[in-house]
């Protein structure tokens, strides 16, 4: 299931929060004028970091490696480090 349709679910469902990954941030991610140009950005429009919808939170990790070829340019490999809390 893309992460699109997984988190849109999710969100239905009434959950806080989606931890997804690892996209490789899309391995090839160009970044003109502010706007990011990424092979993955085709499949779904959740490359990497938070997002926000509906009161739901989706995080997508860009993970450490690669797929096909040992390249990564403009998606800087990534190891995420949460802290959960428990709200009042």
Known sequence: M?????????VE???DLVLAGDS????????FLKRRIS?????T???SG???KSGGQLYVNRGIG????PIRLGARPEIT???LTRGS
Do not use: K, M
Not at 2 to 10: E, K, L, T, Y
């Open 2 to 10: 893309p992460v699109s349709a997984g988190f849109d679910w999710a």
């Open 13 to 15: 469902q009434g959950f």
């Open 24 to 31: 490789h941030g899309g391995q090839l991610s160009l970044n």
């Open 39 to 43: 092979f993955y950005g085709l499949y």
């Open 45 to 47: 429009p959740y490359v």
């Open 50 to 52: 938070l997002y926000e």
């Open 66 to 69: 690669t797929t096909i070829l």
């Open 81 to 83: 480090v949460f802290e």
